[in-house]
């Protein structure tokens, strides 16, 4: 199992912040995701592609990218 961290724009709420959590928690391969308003940051943990995570995202209406190491 892998761990991604994303970097994602355009949240400014709670139901922002459970919109994204439900949307990567929809991707396949996905055991568990970590969304923090605050900072911006989702960390997913399981077998799903960043692709896949990146365009579950933005099809939600949100923008994201693999935060930099």
Avoid: N
Avoid at 3 to 11: F, N, P, W, Y
Wanted: proline letters at 4%; charged letters at 15%; one cysteine or more.
């Amino acid at each position: 199992m892998t761990q991604i961290e994303l970097d994602v724009t355009g949240m400014t709420c709670g139901h922002c912040q459970a919109a994204v959590t439900k949307t990567l928690k929809s991707v396949p391969g996905v055991q568990d995701v970590q969304v923090d308003l605050q900072t911006g940051k989702a960390v997913v943990q399981g077998a799903a592609q960043p692709e896949q995570l990146i365009a579950a995202v933005q099809e939600e209406g949100y923008g994201a990218q693999v935060s930099a190491p």
